[in-house]
């Protein structure tokens, strides 16, 4: 097990650095979001609370959940633009100094791509880098459900998509950062993971990272260092 030095030493010499989103490069959860402007913010909160202590698999907590939110496509496109995902600050600056130095930056995400390419567009990552869940939807935009193909429909997606990036780029270093439990439990195959705990603070992901940090300055300073 790599100590939080060596931990250091990969994230300076990373060939990739692979963020969450939701709670991670935006303060809230999308999903969560997208519920609260369809109407049932309430009732999807309370199956995610329920969902989070007990045995459903990712699959189908997010069927549930979407079936009950059913979003149209005219929907989305307007959470999109009157209540757009809010950056969590330093993010930019942080996107913006790994790519000055050479580094990759992907978005992996459990969220929807439509959103989350809406972010990646905010922080100059391009949308080929992005990662996500596909919302289906009718010719008349009504919910059709979710691509279910896609790895982050699955539970341990996050590392799936790990792996895919490390065997098509040849990526030997690769970190993953992130608030929750999936982001870590990417680690491996990823080579290093980074605790996140600006938004929302996941008590067994602090306790059990290596690294853990509230603010992305703390990573800005790790790259200006030497
Ligand atoms: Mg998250």
């Not at 209540?83 to 930056?105: M, Y």
Request: negative net charge.
């Amino acid at each position: 097990m790599a100590s939080l030095l060596e931990l250091k030493e990969i994230f300076r010499n990373a060939d990739a650095v692979c963020f969450d989103v939701d709670s991670t490069v935006i303060k809230e959860e999308g999903i969560d979001e997208l519920a609260k402007f369809c109407g049932v913010g309430d009732a999807v909160a309370e199956m995610t609370r329920r969902a989070m202590g007990g045995s459903v698999t990712f699959k189908a907590a997010l069927t549930a959940r979407l079936g009950l939110i059913r979003p149209s496509w005219e929907q989305v496109q307007k959470l999109i633009s009157e209540h757009p995902p809010q950056l969590t600050p330093g993010i930019r600056e942080l996107v913006s100094r790994l790519h000055q130095r050479g580094i990759q930056v992907f978005l992996i995400s459990g969220g929807f791509q439509s959103i989350v390419e809406h972010v990646a567009l905010q922080v100059n990552i391009p949308t080929t880098n992005v990662f996500a869940n596909r919302l289906k939807f009718y010719f008349n935009g009504e919910y059709a459900g979710f691509d279910e193909t896609q790895p982050t429909a699955e539970s341990g997606g996050k590392g799936k998509v790990i792996s895919h990036l490390k065997e098509q780029f040849h990526f030997k270093k690769v970190v993953m950062i992130g608030d929750g439990a999936t982001d870590m439990e990417a680690c491996p195959p990823a080579d290093c993971f980074i605790g996140f705990g600006g938004n929302v603070i996941r008590k067994q992901v602090k306790e059990k990272a290596k690294w853990y940090i509230t603010h992305f300055d703390e990573l800005l300073k790790e790259l200006e260092e030497r």
